[in-house]
């Protein structure tokens, strides 16, 4: 049975979103965009009804998915699960997921290697660990594959061992050779690698501090 549209009214709350009224009775919510077609005297049937609903669901996680986005790129398993616990249904996910696929806003390629160049900059790890942490963000293999692809490791040792090398300045080569290797083994870093970036960066020490001892 169809109804008849009687009132569209501008929420209070949020003036993007309107309520519709169908013979004089409140009886859903739109997004404006979703209403922007509608017409009061104009008649709804069920079905159509049904589709204004599923539409406004999609819009409703689209705008959800947008919010997530503005905060940290994100890959589309993290955004599938987040927008599960918000409470959508899967086809509205899927049909959010894959317009914003088609228009590239949720790379899972793009994220894996920027993921792995923010690591490497800033915070060295080995391959280990890295594909560790993107598995755990729900990147398929075959993508961490390409995105760790000629990981220079010995060099990332080397930086991320330089870096923390400050804290350990004081210390004595024992001392020193065992915290190292505990923070490059949590790094993810092979046991070859760690052993030559503790003895490059040790040895760099005392460099310095010999030069700086002859002036």
Request: aromatic content about 8%.
């Amino acid at each position: 049975m169809t109804r008849m549209i009687t009132a569209l009214e501008p929420q209070k709350r949020n003036p993007d979103r309107v309520n519709v009224y169908l013979d004089g009775e409140f009886a859903f919510g739109l997004a404006r965009r979703v209403a922007e077609d509608l017409r009061i005297g104009a008649t709804l049937s069920p079905a159509q009804v049904e589709e204004l609903n599923a539409a406004d669901a999609v819009e409703v996680a689209m705008l959800r998915a947008w919010n997530l986005l503005s905060y940290r790129a994100r890959t589309e398993q993290e955004l599938r699960d987040r927008l599960a616990k918000y409470g959508f249904d899967q086809p509205v996910i899927d049909d959010v997921l894959n317009r914003m696929q088609q228009n590239g806003y949720v790379d899972d390629d793009d994220f894996a290697a920027r993921w792995v160049e923010n690591r490497s900059e800033f915070r060295p790890r080995g391959a280990r660990l890295l594909r560790l942490e993107l598995r755990q963000k729900g990147v398929d293999s075959n993508k961490i594959d390409q995105a760790v692809d000629g990981l220079d490791e010995a060099a990332l040792a080397e930086r991320a061992a330089r870096k923390r090398a400050r804290r350990y300045k004081d210390l004595d080569w024992e001392e020193f050779r065992k915290k190292m290797l505990g923070f490059l083994s949590r790094r993810g870093f092979n046991y070859d690698h760690i052993r030559a970036a503790i003895q490059h960066v040790w040895d760099e020490q005392r460099e310095a501090a010999h030069t700086t001892e002859e002036y």
